[in-house]
């Protein structure tokens, strides 16, 4: 099983920063993508960023040229940077991989537990 730890949310006022980090721990042959959900309540979690082993990234279209994604291999680890912040990027950020207990297993998923932004004036 992976578990995924997320850190780096809270209150920032539009037009600001945030950066976001997940590391991933536990045991697992391989985390083949890495990414970055949110969710607003009564919403569907809907995709922001993700990252690929291979380094193959992709975006959601309100995030584009704001938002940055960046993956550490090495350490199990995924980044988001925040920028530009709008009021409606406010929402619960969850952290996902999918990853394989071993090289013949299908893909699983994990989540986080969930970091909140919040921005607000």
């Known amino acids: 099983q992976v578990q995924l730890v997320e850190s780096g949310g809270g209150l920032v006022q539009p037009g600001g920063s945030l950066r976001l980090s997940c590391l991933a721990s536990?045991?697992?042959?391989?985390?083949?993508?890495m990414g970055w959900y949110r969710q607003v309540p009564g919403k569907q979690r809907l995709p922001v960023a993700i990252?690929?082993?291979?380094?193959?990234?992709s975006y959601s279209d309100s995030v584009k040229g704001r938002f940055t994604i960046s993956r550490d291999s090495a350490k199990n680890a995924v980044d988001l940077q925040l920028n530009s912040l709008k009021p409606e990027d406010t929402a619960v950020y969850y952290c996902?991989?999918?990853?394989?207990?071993?090289?013949?297993?299908?893909?699983?998923?994990?989540w986080g537990q969930g970091t909140q932004v919040t921005v607000d004036s």
């Open positions: 990252i690929t082993k291979g380094g193959t990234i």
């Open positions: 536990g045991s697992f042959f391989s985390i083949d993508i």
């Open positions: 996902n991989a999918n990853w394989r207990r071993d090289v013949a297993t299908l893909p699983r998923t994990s």
